[in-house]
């Protein structure tokens, strides 16, 4: 059986068989093999599967929980950034994008994080935080949640991600107001150019 260590989109935390592109965490949530807490601080990173040959044991005592992405997409909605240490081109590109599309000087990583997390969870809550956006000018690899359903942003489609992965798209809109999952400053990363990974069964 599927250990519950997999992200969706909306940030819950789940057991599923599909496999991820990329691990992460928000520090210490597991006691054993549960995982009994929503998140331990606002450092919520992407990390790479594979790091210097390390290799880290499951479910450790003392050690940050390890989660899994099915792309990076997925992970940019749920509230995660690429770590500066093992992605450190990405985290890069990632600061650069956010200095372009939100100005000033570029932020610590701190700053970044703090942001993040006042846009991703409601304050003093696990609830999350969704944004409106018009649907004109989402960049591709946004989520949105359209029919209860997170939904990619894939060229003129919408496609519609459960954690069996992604399914049938539908036409996106041509007008009015989404309800976006990808936080906000995330978004503007997104439209600024950044290369986003996004698993390659989206565009069947």
Same mark, same amino acid.
């Given at each position: 059986?599927?250990?519950?260590?997999?992200?969706?989109?909306?940030?819950?935390?789940?057991?599923?068989?599909?496999?991820?592109?990329?691990?992460?965490?928000?520090?210490?949530?597991?006691?054993?093999?549960?995982?009994?807490?929503?998140?331990?601080?606002?450092?919520?990173?992407?990390?790479?599967?594979?790091?210097?040959?390390?290799?880290?044991?499951?479910?450790?005592?003392?050690?940050?929980?390890?989660?899994?992405?099915?792309?990076?997409?997925?992970?940019?909605?749920?509230?995660?950034?690429?770590?500066?240490?093992?992605?450190?081109?990405?985290?890069?590109?990632?600061?650069?994008?956010?200095?372009?599309?939100?100005?000033?000087?570029?932020?610590?990583?701190?700053?970044?994080?703090?942001?993040?997390?006042?846009?991703?969870?409601? @304050?003093?809550?696990? %609830?999350? +935080?969704?944004?409106?956006?018009?649907?004109?000018?989402? /960049?591709?690899?946004?989520? #949105? !949640?359209?029919?209860?359903?997170?939904?990619?942003?894939?060229?003129?489609?919408?496609?519609?991600?459960?954690?069996?992965?992604?399914? @049938?798209?539908?036409? %996106?809109? +041509?007008?009015?107001?989404?309800?976006?999952?990808?936080? /906000?400053?995330?978004?503007? #990363? !997104?439209?600024?150019?950044?290369?986003?990974?996004?698993?390659?069964?989206?565009?069947?």
């Amino acid at each position: 059986m599927p250990e519950r260590n997999r992200v969706t989109p909306l940030g819950d935390i789940v057991a599923t068989p599909l496999r991820g592109a990329w691990t992460g965490n928000r520090g210490k949530i597991h006691e054993g093999h549960e995982i009994v807490r929503f998140h331990s601080g606002d450092l919520w990173l992407i990390c790479e599967l594979e790091f210097r040959g390390i290799k880290q044991p499951q479910w450790a005592p003392h050690h940050y929980t390890f989660l899994f992405f099915h792309d990076e997409a997925v992970a940019f909605a749920a509230g995660h950034r690429p770590c500066a240490e093992c992605r450190r081109g990405s985290y890069v590109s990632y600061l650069e994008a956010w200095t372009d599309a939100l100005g000033g000087p570029r932020p610590s990583a701190g700053a970044v994080n703090a942001r993040l997390h006042s846009e991703r969870l409601y @304050p003093r809550t696990h %609830r999350r +935080r969704l944004h409106e956006g018009r649907y004109v000018g989402l /960049p591709d690899g946004a989520f #949105v !949640l359209e029919q209860d359903t997170p939904r990619l942003v894939l060229g003129d489609a919408l496609v519609g991600w459960s954690p069996n992965g992604y399914g @049938p798209p539908i036409s %996106r809109p +041509r007008s009015g107001t989404a309800t976006v999952i990808t936080p /906000p400053a995330t978004l503007a #990363v !997104l439209k600024a150019g950044y290369p986003v990974q996004i698993d390659a069964s989206a565009y069947r």
